[in-house]
């Protein structure tokens, strides 16, 4: 459970507006801003997206703790209180637990949530149960930090300090701590017990049934994640995959782009016809595609994808639709191809092969890139339009074998390289010369290669 994650502290809290209703909610015991909610638990417009009771007796999965000073004392699943804790909340199941008495030593112990994907504007509150215990008497030795972290990645962490308790709290239930309004790509909350004085005798903190809200602004929030390519004989599949990070939306419009800068003149075009993507519900993803072939063997491109290009849809953050990609170099050239077997003199033909005999034939092929030949990433060997082998090994050589018996007539070898753009060379061509065989004689001749 313990894994060490990246974090930057940031002392303070943005609390989120309130509406009446939420404000009501929070001061229903009195006037604390930390004041107890009645049941639901939840304000209308919210979603839970966390609810931990701690009954199977263990930390959950995707939480973690960051144990600071690594003495393997930390947060622990417990199945009944130990004094000085209240029970007054307590159900008689298990409920998460710090004792500073127990561990007995200088502590910096942090138990986070599971992440949540969030988008800039959103916020979320904590509802939890808990028992905070500090004997220092108006001179605090230790404090409990309710925190909320975001990130833009998931693993480098900002966090702020929502609540501190730095004085003997005693038995809180269906406590509200927030709402926090949220910037970044992703959020946790955080309980964090320390000492100030190492080495005083303190208590701890008994924490239960925690539950995490998250509201989002009733509008979408359209993003392109990523651009990948993938090649398909002399084109390119280029796919953009699109998320909305807010409220469903249908008929959304994906647009692609390819900015030539090689030829000088930095031309912008359009890739293909625009592409609808049906539906898209919260925290939903998926992908369009669109082919796209270079102009030049020689090349420098900027490929972009947007969602939403027009701005028909009304969108809390309207800065994240686009993404882009580059590709730059210049495409390989297919030299040579030559053949194991090859009794025919003409360079541009290999033959002579008899139908339904089998013969497994060695093909090699010879290729440069004035990038690099390290920039070659695959040969692919097509026979026929029917059969494609590749090879993306090239220790002994871009070569396949292939069984040259399965071929009906004569036909076409066709060997296309690429590189690791994705850009492919112009095929290399050469004619199969295959004699159709009778069928009846396939069982008297047999040769193998």
């Known amino acids: 459970m313990r894994r060490k994650v990246v974090v930057g502290l940031l002392v303070g809290g943005m609390v989120w507006a309130l509406t009446p209703a939420e404000k009501y909610a929070m001061d229903s015991h009195g006037a604390s801003p930390l004041g107890n909610v009645s049941p639901p638990r939840i304000l209308q417009g919210w979603i839970l997206v966390e609810s931990q009771d701690f009954n199977d007796d263990t930390i959950p999965t995707d939480w973690e703790i960051n144990d600071a000073n690594g003495d393997s004392c930390t947060w622990v699943v417990v199945s009944a209180p130990t004094d000085p804790f209240n029970p007054g909340c307590w159900d008689g199941s298990p409920f998460l637990q710090y004792s500073d008495d127990d561990c007995d030593t200088d502590s910096d112990d942090w138990i986070m949530t599971a992440i949540f994907s969030i988008s800039d504007g959103d916020s979320t509150y904590l509802v939890y149960?808990?028992?905070?215990?500090?004997?220092?008497?108006?001179?605090?030795?230790?404090?409990?930090?309710?925190?909320?972290g975001t990130s833009e990645d998931g693993t480098n962490w900002n966090w702020t300090v929502v609540v501190s308790y730095t004085e003997y709290m005693g038995e809180?239930?269906?406590?509200?701590?927030?709402?926090?309004?949220?910037?970044?790509?992703?959020?946790?909350?955080?309980?964090?017990?320390?000492?100030?004085s190492p080495s005083e005798w303190a208590w701890g903190w008994y924490i239960d049934n925690v539950e995490v809200y998250h509201y989002m602004p009733e509008v979408p929030d359209l993003t392109v994640n990523q651009i990948s390519i993938n090649s398909f004989g002399?084109?390119?599949?280029?796919?953009?995959?699109?998320?909305?990070?807010?409220?469903?939306?249908?008929?959304?419009?994906?647009?692609?782009?390819?900015?030539?800068?090689?030829?000088?003149?930095?031309?912008?075009?359009?890739?293909?016809?625009?592409?609808i993507?049906?539906?898209?519900?919260?925290?939903?993803?998926?992908?369009?595609?669109?082919?796209?072939?270079?102009?030049?063997?020689?090349?420098?491109?900027?490929?972009?994808?947007?969602?939403?290009?027009?701005?028909?849809?009304?969108?809390?953050?309207?800065?994240?639709?686009?993404?882009?990609?580059?590709?730059?170099?210049?495409?390989?050239?297919?030299?040579?191809?030559?053949?194991?077997?090859?009794?025919?003199?003409?360079?541009?033909?290999?033959?002579?092969?008899?139908?339904?005999?089998?013969?497994?034939?060695?093909?090699?092929?010879?290729?440069?890139?004035?990038?690099?030949?390290?920039?070659?990433?695959?040969?692919?060997?097509?026979?026929?339009d029917a059969y494609f082998l590749e090879d993306t090994t090239p220790q002994d050589g871009w070569s396949v074998n292939f069984d040259?018996?399965?071929?009906?007539?004569?036909?076409?070898?066709?060997?296309?390289?690429?590189?690791?753009?994705?850009?492919?060379?112009?095929?290399?061509?050469?004619?199969?010369?295959?004699?159709?065989?009778?069928?009846?004689?396939?069982?008297?001749?047999n040769f193998r290669g």
């Open 234 to 275: 002399n084109s390119m599949e280029v796919t953009a995959f699109v998320k909305n990070l807010g409220v469903p939306v249908q008929n959304v419009v994906v647009r692609f782009f390819a900015r030539d800068i090689w030829s000088g003149y930095g031309d912008t075009l359009q890739i293909g016809d625009d592409q």
């Open 172 to 196: 809180n239930c269906d406590v509200m701590v927030g709402p926090v309004e949220l910037s970044g790509s992703y959020a946790r909350w955080a309980f964090r017990y320390w000492e100030e």
């Open 404 to 445: 040259v018996g399965q071929l009906q007539s004569q036909c076409l070898l066709k060997v296309v390289a690429y590189d690791r753009a994705g850009l492919p060379s112009k095929p290399y061509l050469l004619q199969l010369d295959v004699i159709p065989m009778p069928g009846w004689m396939q069982s008297v001749l």
């Open 129 to 148: 149960d808990f028992d905070f215990e500090e004997i220092g008497s108006g001179h605090p030795i230790e404090y409990g930090d309710v925190m909320i």
């Open 277 to 384: 993507i049906a539906s898209l519900g919260y925290n939903g993803v998926d992908t369009v595609s669109v082919m796209w072939q270079p102009l030049h063997d020689e090349y420098k491109y900027i490929l972009y994808a947007a969602v939403d290009p027009d701005n028909a849809i009304s969108e809390s953050n309207e800065e994240n639709n686009t993404a882009s990609i580059s590709l730059s170099g210049h495409a390989p050239t297919v030299l040579w191809v030559s053949a194991q077997y090859d009794g025919d003199p003409q360079p541009d033909v290999v033959g002579r092969f008899i139908s339904n005999i089998e013969l497994t034939n060695n093909f090699t092929a010879i290729v440069a890139d004035p990038d690099s030949v390290s920039d070659i990433k695959k040969v692919k060997f097509i026979f026929d």
